[in-house]
C-alpha cells in the first residue's frame, strides 16, 4: 500500500489504474521510504532518550504482567486471564486472511488505575515514566513500533485535564480519523474494540469521564447514548493528555482476536434497547453505495439476490438500535463484504450470512469467530478483484458456490 502519510486513501485506490506507477510508489515507499523513516526514528530514540517529549520511546512495558505478578506499584484489577481460541480450520478466513490476530491468545481483560498519566499521540496509548509504552495500550505485542506513539517526534504542549477519565481512543479508534483518509472512525473497529472497553466503566468511581474521537458518525453517538454514556463523553483531538487520575482499559480484541467477552458485552448491552418500532426485512442485501472499491455491477449483483428474495437495504440510514433490531430479527444477510456485517454480532443462532470478498482488498476473518461465539452459519465467497480493484463479480460463480455449500435461496 502507498504511504498513508503521502497519499489520501481514495488517491491510492485510483493510482492502482496505473499498475507500474502505483508498484514504483510502492516500492520507494516500503524499501527506500520506509528505511530512511525507520533510521531516523532510531536516531531520534537515541539523541532524545532523556527528553518527555522529543523522541519516540525505548522502551515498553506491560499493565497486565504487573497485575499478575501483584506488582506493589500498579492499582487494578484482572476480570478474565484467557477468554480461549477459536476454532480454525485450514480453509479459515483467520488463516487465509494473513493477519495471524487468532495466534495472539489469550486477551486478557483487566482494568488499572494511574495518577497524572499521560496519553500521547491520536492513538492516545498510554506512555508511562521513564518513557515507557504502555503495550496494551498499542494492542500489539509482537508489532509494538507500528503504533503512532511509538514513532512521534515531538509530542505539544499537555492538555490536563483534572479528576476521573478513561478512554476508548486507540490506534484503530484514532482521534483524527482523517489522518488515514476517513471522515470517522471505521465501524467494525467501534464495534469490536472501542465499545467493549466500556464494560469496565462501572468499576470506577461514577464520575468518571470518558475519552472519544471527535468526528464520531451519528451511529456511533447513538451506541454511546444507548449505553447512557454521552453526558460523560469528551470529544477530543488533542495528541497530549496529562490525566489527573485515569483508569486504563484493557482492548479486549482485534478483530481476528477471539472475543466472547466483548460480544457478550455487546449483545446484553444493545439487544434490550434494539428499536422494537422498527420493522425491516428479514432476508436483504446489505448495500454499499458510493464507495471506492464497490464492484461494477452492483445493479446486477442486487437485482440477482432480489429475485431470489433478498431485498436490497441501507443500513447506513438507519439509527443504531434499528441497525441492531434488524440484524437480530433477520434470517438471511448477503452482501459485499464491509463494516455493516460487524452488525452479525446481534444475530440470532441459525441465521445465515453470505458474504461476497474481494481476496485484494484484505480477508478480515472476524466474523469466523463471531459466528463460533453468536451461533449464526457464515459463508464467506472470495473472489478476484484485480490489481486495479476494478472489477465485477461473476454471478454464475456465486449460483455455483450456493448449489455446493447447499446455501439456502
Request: aromatic share 12%; net charge positive; proline share 7%.
Amino acid at each position: 500500500m502507498v504511504a498513508d502519510y503521502l497519499f489520501p486513501r481514495a488517491l491510492r485506490i485510483k493510482l492502482r489504474r496505473l499498475p507500474l506507477l502505483h508498484k514504483a510508489l510502492k516500492w520507494v515507499h516500503n524499501i527506500l521510504g520506509r528505511a530512511f523513516a525507520e533510521a531516523v526514528l532510531e536516531f531520534s530514540r537515541w539523541i532524545w532518550r532523556e527528553n518527555e517529549n522529543f523522541g519516540p520511546p525505548e522502551k515498553t512495558f506491560s499493565i497486565y504482567q504487573a497485575l499478575r505478578t501483584g506488582d506493589p506499584k500498579i492499582n487494578g484489577r484482572i476480570l478474565i486471564h484467557d477468554q480461549g481460541g477459536p476454532i480454525v480450520r485450514e480453509d479459515s478466513i483467520m488463516v487465509r486472511g494473513g493477519y495471524q490476530q487468532h495466534k495472539e491468545q489469550p486477551w486478557p481483560i483487566f482494568w488499572s488505575e494511574h495518577d497524572n498519566a499521560r496519553l500521547v499521540t491520536e492513538s492516545l496509548a498510554m506512555l508511562l515514566p521513564g518513557k515507557q509504552i504502555c503495550l496494551e495500550s498499542i494492542y500489539r505485542y509482537h508489532t509494538p513500533r507500528e503504533d503512532p506513539a511509538f514513532r512521534f517526534f515531538r509530542l505539544p504542549r499537555a492538555l490536563k485535564l483534572s479528576g476521573n477519565w478513561t478512554s476508548i481512543v486507540s490506534r484503530w479508534v484514532p482521534t483524527e480519523s482523517k489522518r488515514w483518509g476517513l471522515s470517522m472512525p471505521n465501524y467494525t473497529h467501534w464495534i469490536l474494540d472501542a465499545l467493549p472497553r466500556l464494560g469496565l466503566v462501572s468499576e470506577f468511581p461514577k464520575d468518571t469521564q470518558i475519552i472519544v474521537p471527535a468526528d464520531l458518525h451519528r451511529n456511533q453517538k447513538d451506541s454511546l447514548m444507548l449505553l447512557g454514556l454521552w453526558d460523560r463523553c469528551r470529544l477530543t483531538t488533542e495528541r497530549h493528555l496529562q490525566i489527573e487520575r485515569y483508569f486504563f482499559t484493557s482492548p479486549t480484541t482485534m478483530l481476528q482476536g477471539f472475543n466472547p467477552y466483548g460480544i457478550d458485552f455487546l449483545r446484553r448491552s444493545f439487544l434490550p434497547k434494539r428499536d422494537l418500532a422498527f420493522s425491516g426485512p428479514r432476508r436483504f442485501f446489505i448495500r454499499r453505495l458510493g464507495l471506492p472499491r464497490e464492484p461494477l455491477n452492483l445493479a446486477e449483483i442486487e437485482k440477482f439476490f432480489e429475485k431470489r428474495g433478498w431485498e436490497p437495504i441501507d443500513i447506513v440510514g438507519l439509527t443504531f438500535a434499528q441497525q441492531v433490531q434488524l440484524f437480530h430479527e433477520a434470517e438471511s444477510i448477503v452482501g459485499m463484504f464491509g463494516s455493516g456485517f460487524t452488525n452479525c454480532v446481534f444475530c440470532r443462532p441459525g441465521c445465515q450470512a453470505i458474504s461476497i470478498m474481494p481476496a485484494e482488498f484484505g480477508l478480515d476473518g472476524y466474523l469466523d469467530w463471531i459466528a463460533q461465539v453468536v451461533r449464526f452459519d457464515w459463508h464467506p465467497i472470495v473472489i478476484s478483484c484485480g490489481y486495479d480493484y476494478r472489477f465485477r463479480v461473476d454471478l454464475d460463480c456465486v449460483a455455483k458456490h450456493f448449489d455446493a455449500k447447499k446455501v439456502e435461496t
